[in-house]
Structure formats: structure tokens, C-alpha cells
């Protein structure tokens, strides 16, 4: 089957430390992002790849980092830097300037 | 910057009856508009999607409308069932791999 998996699906940090978030797509598209969703907000946009060994921040990078090495993957890394990390973190990919599929999300809490 | 807004946060219908969901857009810019249906706990998924060269475009059950000189965005679903209920986003796309969403509509289907 084709589609974009996250994981884990729960994910608990203590503070101070980092932590890195998995999405994987196998529907070839060349773009990948991630978002982050909080209660009552639209998603905000934190990094976005076109390509593999390029990225460029959102809207909110600081406090997150992210590779490209593969097509399939691209990793999420929620650091110590990142004041308020409780939140939903949604992956998506494209094919171009078409619609975003989403994975099943990632929730995070700082314990 | 500019982002996609909502009229009304919550909708509550009738099994049976029509929804229209709506969203107000702020950059004219925007030429991709897509909706999203999200149940609670996981991402985002793909209803309709309408390009700026059309002002109607229509899938199963539902209806994309976009009025361009206001800058308006219509999701109408016909024959709303339980299983309608969910959060509806709008999202804009001014450029390629930039797409804003708006906070989302929750939608209730009472039996």
C-alpha cells in the first residue's frame, strides 16, 4: 500500500531533552513537510523539503531541526530549544504544486 | 502575513440535511484551494480541490464553490451522515510547497 506513516504515534519528552519524530512515504513525491497542530489552530508549517538534501524553515523552525538523506524520510528532531513542544506534529508529502497527504500524526507531551 | 480564516467554528446539521462549511481567503494571490476532513486523533485527510480557473468543482456528495472577487470558499456536502462529523480545514496555496490553513470547522451530525 501506498502512503506516509508516522511514528511513534506517542511520544513523551522530559525537558531538557531531544527528541526525533519519524515520517516515511513511499508514494515517490519529492516534497515532504511538517506541521504543527494546536488545539483551536490551523497547522503552521515548521520545515519543508523539495528534494533530497535540501530544506528550507516555515513558519516556526526554531527549536526544531530536520534531514533529507532519502527520499522516503524525513525525520523531525523536537530540541531542547523548542519552549512549548506539547502539541500534534502532522507529516505530509506532495507531488509538486498538488494536495498534501498527511500522515496519521505524531502527538507529543512534555512530561 | 495573510491566512485563510473561517466564518463559523462549530456547524451543527440534521442527518440527512446539506452542510456548507465556509472560509474566507486573504491573498489573492492564492490558485490552489483544497478541504480537508480531520477526525480526532489523526491526519488530515483529502476531500476537493479547486484550482483559480474554475468556480465549481464537484465530487461525491460534495461541492467546492470559490468566489474569487470576494475571496470566498464554499465546501457544500449533501446528505450529511454521523460519519461527516469531523474538523473541516480550508487551505490556500499562493506558490508551490506553500499551503496555509485556516483554523478548521467543526462539524456535528445529529442522528
Known amino acids: 500500500d501506498g502512503g506516509i506513516t508516522q511514528s511513534p504515534k506517542y511520544l513523551f519528552r522530559k525537558e531538557g531533552q531531544n527528541v526525533t519524530l519519524s515520517c516515511e512515504q513511499n508514494l515517490n513525491h519529492d516534497a515532504m513537510y511538517w506541521y504543527r497542530q494546536d488545539p483551536g489552530q490551523g497547522l503552521r508549517l515548521i520545515y519543508y523539503s523539495q528534494i533530497v538534501n535540501d530544506f528550507q524553515k516555515g513558519d516556526i523552525a526554531e527549536g526544531y531541526s530536520v534531514s533529507r538523506e532519502k527520499k522516503e524520510s524525513f525525520p523531525l528532531t523536537v530540541t531542547s530549544a523548542q519552549k512549548n513542544p506539547t502539541a500534534f506534529y502532522l507529516c505530509?508529502?506532495?507531488?509538486?504544486?498538488?494536495?498534501?497527504?498527511f500522515g496519521p500524526g505524531t502527538r507529543l507531551t512534555v512530561l | 502575513g495573510e491566512n485563510v480564516g473561517l466564518h463559523l467554528p462549530t456547524l451543527s446539521v440534521q442527518e440527512g440535511d446539506n452542510s456548507i462549511i465556509n472560509c474566507a481567503y486573504s491573498?489573492?494571490?492564492?490558485?490552489?484551494f483544497i478541504w480537508y476532513k480531520q477526525e480526532s486523533g489523526k491526519g488530515p485527510q483529502f476531500i476537493i480541490d479547486?484550482?483559480?480557473?474554475?468556480d465549481k468543482r464537484q465530487g461525491q456528495r460534495v461541492t467546492v464553490l470559490l468566489n474569487k472577487t470576494v475571496k470566498h470558499l464554499s465546501l457544500q456536502i449533501a446528505a450529511t451522515q454521523p460519519g461527516d462529523s469531523a474538523v473541516y480545514f480550508c487551505?490556500?496555496?499562493?506558490?508551490?510547497?506553500?499551503?496555509?490553513f485556516g483554523a478548521g470547522t467543526r462539524l456535528t451530525v445529529k442522528p
Open positions: 505530509a508529502s506532495s507531488f509538486d504544486w498538488n494536495e498534501q497527504f
Open positions: 479547486i484550482r483559480s480557473n474554475m
Open positions: 487551505a490556500e496555496s499562493p506558490r508551490r510547497n506553500d499551503m496555509r
Open positions: 491573498n489573492s494571490a492564492s490558485d490552489y
